[in-house]
């Protein structure tokens, strides 16, 4: 007998793998978020794929027990819309208005999709969308850095000595052609009452390493303290 054939159908042995699976799968996605910290890691998303891939043999054990009424889809559907609030969960807003967990949420939400197909037994797609998965999280995330590290616009969280010396900055700026899109001054983030802060939005005038940006910032007159957010 095929073996995918005889792990699509319903017995224990295709329960157990499923779930393994899942398990698996879940624990390969959760393992990258995990080693760099994220809120939801390595056994978060292997019981996001584990639940998702229950309710779907749920489903399937109900459609095969009581076939008349039954929707086997209609748990599934409740874990797509219900992951939400979890994924919300990893989502926040840092002191410099800045939204971060993303890719977690996203990633939480894809793992729970990962286990709904291993759960029904799509073994298929599953693998090849769990490849897919992995791929983006991984080798992607290195070249969006990559870009993002090298993009004409930056933006910067700078404190002054004083709040007169933020136009020593925005003069260097316009000598360097540097078009400054948006200055929004905000708390110390060291406490410090003879300081101002402030978030600089900056469009460059061609594509520079950022790093470099924030050096040449770094030796103006009057920044106390810089970096890149």
Sequence with gaps: MD????????????????LVLAMVFGGIVGFERGSKRRAAGFRTYMLVCVGSALVMITSQYISLNFPLPSDPARLGAQVI??????????????????????????????????????????????????????????????IDTMLIANSRSIELYVEFNDGERVSNLLSFA?????????????RSKFNKTDTQAALISMRLPKRYPHNEIVEKF????????IEEI
């Design 81 to 142: 819309s219900g992951i939400g609030f979890l994924g919300a969960g990893t989502i926040i807003v840092t002191s410099y208005n800045q939204v971060k967990g993303l890719t977690t949420a996203a990633g939480l939400w894809a793992s729970a999709c990962l286990g709904l197909a291993i759960g029904i037994g799509f073994y298929q797609g599953a693998i090849v969308a769990g490849v897919i998965i992995l791929f983006v999280i991984t080798v992607l995330q290195k």
């Design 174 to 186: 316009n000598q360097n052609s540097i078009r400054i899109l948006n200055v929004a001054f905000t």
């Design 3 to 18: 073996i995918w054939q005889y792990l699509g159908e319903f017995n224990m042995a295709s329960i157990t793998f499923r």
């Design 218 to 225: 770094a030796e103006v007159e009057g920044v106390f303290y």
